[in-house]
């Protein structure tokens, strides 16, 4: 079965800081999507990234990164220079693409970044 | 504007008292999903539907009924909720397949007392 292990429940971090949350998955099927998703404290829920299993490129946009390994089945997210506004719920995610459509969260990091 | 609404956002109950969370996109997308949130627990998917009249079970769907009959609406119901039915819960919705970008409601916050 499906499973996704962020073992970060809290994080605190000055402002300016760089920070990487971690996230494990583990999956029966040969192809599935990883998923990051924010929680800002208002609570709605925000796409950040969707990556398929054989894309491993290391993708960047703006101050974020994610690093994916197949080989540690690990999906981790970097904020560099980190703002108060990054301070959020972040969820990592998987999908299966052969075993039915369902969806299974990680439960989530926590990030505060103080000014 | 595209968006997933759901009513109510805030609901307080009973145990016993059936209630329906409605949830309705305007984007026509085919997969639509519930979950509900707690913490610690992170999101857990309660069932899914591929298209009208097709759905299937997520991870928690005991206690919980969905129908969908309209392309555009996947409503939630508690035929006899209790007490550990008291979550945050989510819909959401994307386009073809349950592994697109979700598209999520605002949520609604039920307590069952």
């Known amino acids: 079965a499906q499973k996704v292990t962020q073992a970060q429940t809290e994080i605190s971090v000055v402002e300016k800081e760089d920070v990487t949350l971690d996230c494990v998955y583990e999956?029966?099927?040969?192809?599935?999507?990883l998923f990051w998703y924010k929680q800002p404290p208002s609570g709605e829920l925000v796409f950040l990234i969707r990556r398929n299993s054989f894309d491993e490129q290391n993708e960047i946009s703006g101050r974020y990164s994610w690093n994916f390994q197949k080989s540690t089945s690990s999906f981790n997210f970097t904020i560099t220079a980190s703002q108060v506004v990054d301070s959020a719920v972040y969820f990592c995610a998987l999908s299966e693409a052969n075993y039915g459509q369902n969806f299974v969260f990680g439960p989530g990091t926590r990030l505060s970044v103080l000014p | 504007e595209a968006q997933v609404t759901q009513n109510p956002r805030y609901l307080i109950t009973v145990t016993g008292k059936k209630l329906t969370v409605t949830c309705s996109q305007n984007m026509n997308h085919e997969y639509m999903s519930w979950y509900r949130q707690d913490p610690g627990l992170g999101l857990r998917q309660i069932y899914y539907s591929m298209n009208v009249e097709v759905t299937d079970k997520g991870d928690v769907p005991e206690g919980y009924k969905v129908s969908r009959k309209e392309k555009r609406n996947f409503p939630l119901i508690l035929e006899s909720p209790s007490p550990n039915q008291t979550s945050l819960y989510f819909c959401a919705s994307s386009t073809w397949t349950g592994y697109n970008e979700q598209f999520f409601g605002p949520g609604t916050r039920l307590t069952v007392l």
């Open positions: 999956t029966r099927d040969t192809t599935y999507y």
